[in-house]
């Protein structure tokens, strides 16, 4: 289903080294205003999907973006993820949406959410709706202006795929 998040988007960090030993604990220099503030830009994010609003949506995702969206290619850079994304609110609209925070970690001027999401997809042809249930990383970094906005988002589904 190549659309059916029509317009959510999700990233992952690149790892490299993982066989090398892990670095010590450093001490952080963020606050609980950068917590605020990431919480901000989550919410804010929720509620541009339940108003299906594309500039709202895009607003909350840095210029470099990546999305990484379940059994499709990947989008790199904003404008990328913003033809997803209108293409999404053009095909279906949405109920039932939920999204449930289960860690937020920082670590300087990034940070990730890890999140589980539902919802229906309902196709604006009238054909039968189509439920998500999926687990997310979404992950943040702080801008060159200060803000804090989506830099990477990436999920799979819950479901295990149909037998065959």
Known sequence: MLLRRGILVIGAFAISGACAPAA???ESDTTQEDI???????????????ARDV?????????????LPA??????????IEER?????????????????HELQLAGDW????????ANWIP??????VPEDSKEIMIFRRDSDGEWRIARYIWNGSEPPPEG
């Open 55 to 67: 500039e709202r949506i895009m607003a909350n995702w840095s210029e470099d973006a990546v999305l």
């Open 71 to 80: 059994n499709e290619p990947t989008r790199s850079g904003k404008a990328a």
């Open 24 to 26: 010590p604990p450093q």
């Open 85 to 101: 994304t209108q293409a999404g609110v053009e095909l279906f609209d949405v109920e039932d949406l939920s999204v449930e925070v």
């Open 36 to 50: 605020d503030a990431i919480n901000r830009r989550h919410s804010e994010w929720i509620a541009a999907h339940e």
């Open 124 to 129: 604006r042809d009238g054909s039968d709706p």
């Open 111 to 118: 940070a990730f959410i890890r999140q589980t999401f539902t």
